[in-house]
C-alpha cells in the first residue's frame, strides 16, 4: 500500500546535480531560453520564413541585446533607493532584470534593426509562441526562488495563498502567470485558426494581452510604488500599451482584409 509524505517546500529550491548545488531557478531560465529557441527553429522550418535569413539574424541580434539592455534597466528600476544608494552602479543593474523591460526592449531593438537594414517584414509571429512557451519554463524558477525574489505576491486570506519562505499566506504571482500565458496561448492559437491575421497581428497579441496582465497583476506584488500609486513596470506597461493604442482601439487592423 502507498501511502504520499508531503514536505513542506524549503525556499530557495536548489537541485543537485553531481558535485554541483545549483538554485532550480537558473536551470529554468537557462532551460527556458534553450527550448523556446528550438522550438522556434521547429517552427520556422516547418512553417516557412517571410523573413530572409540574414534579416532574421538581425533581428535576434537586435531581440537579444536590446532585452538584454532593457531588462536590465527596468528591474534597476523597481527600487529608485536601492538604486540610487548602489555602491557598485553597473552591478546593481546588472543584477536586477524583468520581462517586462525585456519584451519593451527587444521590441525596440528589433525594430531599430530592422529600420537599419530595410526589413518590412513583421519578424514577431514566428517567435511568439516559443516566448509564451519560454516564459512558462521560466516562471517555474520564479516560483521556487519564493521570497527570496522579487516575483512574489503581497498577503492574502484566500485559499489558496501560499507560504513562501516567510511564514505568511502570499499571492503565488509566478503560478498566476504561468496559468495565464497558457490560457493566452490557447486564446491566440483560436484566433488564428478563425481569422486570418495580417504579418505580426499575434505577436501584437501575445504583447498586449501581456502587459495588461502585468499592469493588472502588479497591484498584487509589494515593491515601490512613485506618488500616483504606480511601481516602474507597470508605467513600462502603460507606455507599451500606449504604443499598441492605435490597434487596441481598431483591432480590425490585425485581420487581413478580403477583397471579392
Given at each position: 500500500?502507498?501511502?504520499?509524505?508531503?514536505?513542506?517546500?524549503?525556499?530557495?529550491?536548489?537541485?543537485?546535480?553531481?558535485?554541483?548545488?545549483?538554485?532550480?531557478?537558473?536551470?529554468?531560465?537557462?532551460?527556458?531560453?534553450?527550448?523556446?529557441?528550438?522550438?522556434?527553429?521547429?517552427?520556422?522550418?516547418?512553417?516557412?520564413d517571410?523573413?530572409?535569413?540574414?534579416?532574421?539574424?538581425?533581428?535576434?541580434?537586435?531581440?537579444?541585446?536590446?532585452?538584454?539592455?532593457?531588462?536590465?534597466?527596468?528591474?534597476?528600476?523597481?527600487?529608485?533607493?536601492?538604486?540610487?544608494?548602489?555602491?557598485?552602479?553597473?552591478?546593481?543593474?546588472?543584477?536586477?532584470?524583468?520581462?517586462?523591460?525585456?519584451?519593451?526592449?527587444?521590441?525596440?531593438?528589433?525594430?531599430?534593426?530592422?529600420?537599419?537594414?530595410?526589413?518590412?517584414?513583421?519578424?514577431?509571429?514566428?517567435?511568439?509562441?516559443?516566448?509564451?512557451?519560454?516564459?512558462?519554463?521560466?516562471?517555474?524558477?520564479?516560483?521556487?526562488?519564493?521570497?527570496?525574489?522579487?516575483?512574489?505576491?503581497v498577503?492574502?486570506?484566500?485559499?489558496?495563498?501560499?507560504?513562501?519562505?516567510?511564514?505568511?499566506?502570499?499571492?503565488?504571482?509566478?503560478?498566476?502567470?504561468?496559468?495565464?500565458?497558457?490560457?493566452?496561448?490557447?486564446?491566440?492559437?483560436?484566433?488564428?485558426?478563425r481569422?486570418?491575421?495580417?504579418?505580426?497581428?499575434?505577436?501584437?497579441?501575445?504583447?498586449?494581452?501581456?502587459?495588461?496582465?502585468?499592469?493588472?497583476?502588479?497591484?498584487?506584488?509589494?515593491?515601490?510604488?512613485?506618488?500616483?500609486?504606480?511601481?516602474?513596470?507597470?508605467?513600462?506597461?502603460?507606455?507599451?500599451?500606449?504604443?499598441?493604442?492605435?490597434?487596441?482601439?481598431?483591432?480590425?487592423?490585425?485581420?487581413?482584409?478580403?477583397?471579392?
Amino acid at each position: 500500500m502507498f501511502k504520499i509524505i508531503s514536505y513542506p517546500v524549503v525556499y530557495p529550491v536548489y537541485v543537485s546535480v553531481g558535485s554541483l548545488h545549483l538554485p532550480l531557478h537558473a536551470i529554468t531560465e537557462t532551460l527556458g531560453m534553450f527550448i523556446g529557441f528550438r522550438y522556434f527553429l521547429f517552427l520556422r522550418r516547418r512553417q516557412g520564413d517571410r523573413v530572409e535569413s540574414s534579416n532574421r539574424i538581425w533581428s535576434i541580434i537586435g531581440a537579444t541585446f536590446g532585452a538584454l539592455l532593457g531588462s536590465r534597466l527596468l528591474g534597476a528600476l523597481e527600487n529608485p533607493p536601492g538604486l540610487l544608494h548602489a555602491d557598485n552602479l553597473l552591478l546593481y543593474i546588472y543584477q536586477n532584470k524583468t520581462i517586462v523591460g525585456g519584451l519593451l526592449g527587444g521590441l525596440i531593438g528589433v525594430e531599430t534593426i530592422k529600420k537599419a537594414v530595410g526589413e518590412r517584414q513583421s519578424t514577431g509571429d514566428l517567435f511568439t509562441y516559443p516566448l509564451i512557451l519560454a516564459m512558462m519554463i521560466g516562471r517555474i524558477g520564479c516560483f521556487s526562488m519564493g521570497v527570496y525574489e522579487e516575483t512574489y505576491g503581497v498577503p492574502t486570506t484566500l485559499p489558496w495563498g501560499m507560504d513562501l519562505g516567510d511564514g505568511l499566506l502570499r499571492h503565488p504571482v509566478a503560478l498566476y502567470e504561468i496559468v495565464f500565458l497558457l490560457l493566452l496561448w490557447q486564446l491566440l492559437r483560436m484566433i488564428s485558426r478563425r481569422y486570418t491575421l495580417v504579418s505580426g497581428a499575434r505577436f501584437q497579441l501575445f504583447m498586449i494581452g501581456y502587459l495588461f496582465f502585468r499592469f493588472m497583476l502588479d497591484f498584487i506584488k509589494p515593491g515601490y510604488r512613485y506618488g500616483f500609486g504606480l511601481g516602474s513596470i507597470q508605467l513600462a506597461c502603460l507606455a507599451g500599451l500606449i504604443y499598441y493604442a492605435p490597434v487596441i482601439i481598431s483591432p480590425s487592423r490585425l485581420i487581413e482584409k478580403q477583397y471579392a
